[in-house]
T-cell receptor
Framework: NAGVTQTPKFQVLKTGQSMTLQCAQD?????MYWYRQDPGMGLRLIYY???????DKGEVPNGYNVSRLNKREFSLRLESAAPSQTSVYFC????????????????FGPGTRLTVT | AQTVTQSQPEMSVQEAETVTLSCTYD???????LFWYKQPPSRQMILVIR??????QNATENRFSVNFQKAAKSFSLKISDSQLGDAAMYFC??????????FGKGTRLHILP
């Protein structure tokens, strides 16, 4: 099992450029998440998807869009990158509470370091 | 809105000593889950311990234990016999019934040899 994979690992963008961060999990989890991590701010939730076909805003959704392509994949898109979006981005997955089984812990990908100049 | 507060941005502890990291949260739910995660310099997020709110017994995992005070909305992590490998960022996290998971800002733990 690969767990949660993210691509790319590093990316440099110019202001105004767009890009999509890809995330996939092979654990058959219903719930998937996108976070950004900035120094002194912890992990802030951007968007999450409690199940295939649903997405919901987190704490800092502005400037981002997501797509839950299928049960395995959850992508994050920056339509017009800004320097304020320079951050480390983490994707995570877990069983949904509705599954009534499991530990409900999150499994994280290795992160993507994004720099916007 | 749910919030998770870690009031100690940094802490230091002598090797082999005990340290407690604090976490408080705000919620109107009666059933939920709480977690502590560790993030070493590798950046990988590692689950340390979890607690189910409906269980009164405090969770323990080897040298790691929690003090869960539901009425006070407090969820502190105690690390006993601290080791150099425990040096990391520690994050407290709260999971709501709608599967939304919120993290605190973290506590950086230094282990002094």
């Amino acid at each position: 099992n690969a767990g949660v994979t993210q691509t790319p690992k590093f990316q440099v963008l110019k202001t105004g450029q767009s890009m999509t961060l890809q995330c996939a999990q092979d654990m058959n989890h219903n719930s998937m998440y996108w976070y950004r991590q900035d120094p002194g701010m912890g992990l802030r939730l951007i968007y999450y998807s409690a199940s295939e076909g649903t997405t919901d805003k987190g704490e800092v959704p502005n400037g981002y869009n997501v797509s839950r392509l299928n049960k395995r994949e959850f992508s994050l898109r920056l339509e017009s990158a800004a320097p304020s979006q320079t951050s480390v981005y983490f994707c995570a997955s877990s069983e949904a509470l509705s599954s009534e089984a499991g530990t409900y812990e999150q499994y994280f990908g290795p992160g993507t370091r994004l720099t916007v100049t | 809105a749910q919030t998770v507060t870690q009031s100690q941005p940094e802490m230091s502890v002598q090797e082999a000593e005990t340290v407690t990291l604090s976490c408080t949260y705000d919620t109107s739910e009666s059933d939920y889950y709480l977690f502590w995660y560790k993030q070493p310099p590798s950046r990988q997020m590692i689950l340390v311990i979890r607690q189910e709110a409906y269980k009164q017994q405090n969770a323990t995992e080897n040298r790691f234990s929690v003090n869960f005070q539901k009425a006070a909305k407090s969820f502190s992590l105690k690390i006993s016999d601290s080791q150099l490998g425990d040096a990391a960022m520690y994050f407290c996290a709260y999971r709501r019934q709608d599967d939304k998971i919120i993290f605190g800002k973290g506590t950086r733990l230094h282990i002094l040899p």
